[in-house]
């Protein structure tokens, strides 16, 4: 099999695998969105970013992890959060004192559609927007305030300092790109909103508390594969752009390959250890190994 043909039947698995969770994603974000009354040009410019075509994968994940645990749809208003919190970051990052990007998920930024000043309130209306609707979640077992408080530490965490935040400012000033500094940049910029999927996920499905740390370990293994077949994509534009933060670029494709490669067993065995191994998030996972172990091919 081509390269090529192994990588779109690759892609044409993790879509399969999401679409169910899109149409989810976009029902529940929609309704969301419409309980907002004021500000109304901020809001369109909320509803603009978060509506904007997506993969939605970290809501999806969300879901998957407490389905598996057997809850549902209880934990919409969780899913909603990570994306919010998400798209709340790609606003900032768009902007032109940060990345500078005029073109997102294929539309124009926000800043680009409305202005500069509508998109970074509506940056800070969704990050806020976000902790209300963890605080509306169900807590389907254990001692809510004891869950309810987990979920907002970790969401501070996510979106403050310790990671986007302090994620986007040290990518902005690294002078000089080492493996120490990508691991600190992927884990605090990438990392953190896959381990509060999987976290909230957890957390409101049921889930025990004592195995969070496992949880996270998991989520930091996606993570970072995640991330790994991202700069694989990126490596012939980013190389002829002269951007020097890509993992492919910096040591080597090969070995850019063999990390995603153990990080996704890694992932697989930690997700059966807490009997994840029979959700889709296994076969997502497995996708993003198969594309890399074929591209050598």
Not at 31 to 39: G, I, K, P, V
Not at 65 to 74: K, M, N, P, Q, R
Not at 260 to 279: M, N
Request: with cysteine; charged share 30%; hydrophobic share 45%.
């Amino acid at each position: 099999m081509e390269k090529q043909t192994v990588r779109d039947s690759t892609a044409q698995t993790a879509r399969a695998l999401l679409e169910p969770y899109q149409k989810r994603f976009k029902a529940a974000a929609e309704r969301e969105l419409d309980r907002a009354r004021e500000e109304p040009d901020v809001r369109k410019a909320c509803s603009y970013a978060v509506l904007s075509e997506g993969k939605r994968l970290r809501p999806a994940i969300v879901w998957m992890v407490a389905e598996a645990l057997g809850a549902d749809e209880t934990v919409s208003l969780a899913a909603l959060a990570v994306e919010f919190f998400h798209v709340s970051s790609l606003i900032i990052d768009d902007l032109p004192c940060m990345d500078d990007d005029d073109f997102r998920r294929g539309v124009p930024s926000t800043h680009k559609a409305f202005s500069e000043q509508a998109a970074i309130l509506a940056s800070f209306a969704l990050t806020a927007w976000g902790f209300d609707a963890i605080t509306r979640v169900s807590v389907v077992k254990g001692d809510p305030h004891e869950v309810l408080r987990e979920a907002v530490s970790a969401a501070s965490a996510c979106v403050g300092l310790p990671g986007l935040i302090g994620g986007q400012w040290l990518d902005l000033c690294q002078e000089r790109v080492t493996r120490e500094s990508y691991s600190t940049i992927v884990d605090r910029k990438t990392g953190v909103l896959f381990e509060l999927c999987f976290v909230l996920g957890w957390l409101f499905g049921g889930g025990e508390s004592e195995r969070l740390s496992v949880v996270r370990k998991m989520a930091r293994s996606f993570g970072r594969a995640f991330q790994l077949v991202d700069d694989l994509d990126d490596v012939l534009q980013d190389r002829a752009a002269g951007k020097e933060a890509n993992y492919a670029i910096l040591f080597g494709e090969e070995e850019t390959r063999r990390q995603v490669i153990d990080l996704v067993a890694e992932f697989c065995s930690l997700a059966a250890s807490l009997g994840l191994e029979k959700t889709p998030l296994l076969p997502l996972a497995q996708a993003l190994s198969r594309a890399v172990e074929k591209r050598e091919s």
